[in-house]
């Protein structure tokens, strides 16, 4: 199903050359994101107040960052509803959340009307069966790399790394470099050429 690692990220669908999934990337405007088993592992956690919460990957953060000072969209999209994504979403600065949605396909219309963003110029990100429906109609369909058989063989590109470990990070820094935007963001460039003002200080003593 899938060949060697492209340039960019993941694995490619044979379906798709790199060179399909360059131009594509380059194309994106908006990052619509799952969330159970995308920017989490999937494990939902309770606690004794039967509060429901979820860890997230600070990796998967800073590149959602990146992406929106870079002036790119992200949109949550999720069946399900939890204070710990609300949380997640306010510290990001993400304000397009669509939780307790049954059909994703359908929020593609109302998300597409209030950002000006035809689904041609959308990448999904998901891992599970009811992705199926939004992925078949988004420019760039992704899954993570332990998403389910159907959704890793429907996928145009499958990450490297698994949902909650890295994943949207991947996907991020793919669409930021094929766009060349990945050093023109102030804080990246200032990250990769910083060099050091002064030698640390060793304590030479045994």
């Known amino acids: ?11 490619i669908s044979m379906s798709c050359t790199d060179l399909e999934i360059e131009n594509k990337l380059k194309k994106i405007k908006l990052l619509l994101l799952d969330v159970d088993g995308v920017l989490t592992d999937g494990s939902i ?5 039967s509060e429901e919460t ?3 990957n600070v990796k998967d953060g800073l590149g959602i960052r990146l992406l929106m000072e870079a002036g790119l ?9 939890s204070k710990a994504l609300y949380h997640r979403c306010k510290n990001l600065g ?3 959340l669509f939780d307790g949605v049954r059909d994703k396909a359908a929020a593609l219309d109302i998300i597409s ?8 110029e959308i990448a999904f990100i998901g891992d599970d069966l009811p992705d199926l429906p939004l992925m078949r109609i988004v420019e760039l369909s992704i899954a993570v790399a332990d998403s389910h058989e159907a ?3 429907k996928a145009c590109v499958v990450t490297s790394a698994k949902g909650g470990a890295g994943a949207v990070r991947e996907v991020c820094e793919a669409i930021l470099k094929a766009q060349g935007l990945w050093d023109k963001i102030p804080l ?8 050091r003002s002064r030698q640390p200080t060793v304590n030479r003593e045994p």
């Open 151 to 153: 959704v890793l063989e």
């Open 1 to 11: 199903m899938n060949r060697e690692p492209s340039l960019f990220i993941g694995k």
């Open 73 to 81: 969209n992200v949109c949550i999209v999720t069946g399900r509803s």
């Open 113 to 120: 009307e209030q950002t000006g963003i035809s689904p041609e």
């Open 45 to 49: 956690i309770y606690n004794d107040n």
């Open 94 to 96: 993400i304000t397009m």
């Open 54 to 56: 979820k860890v997230f």
């Open 188 to 195: 990246v460039a200032e990250w990769l050429n910083m060099k």
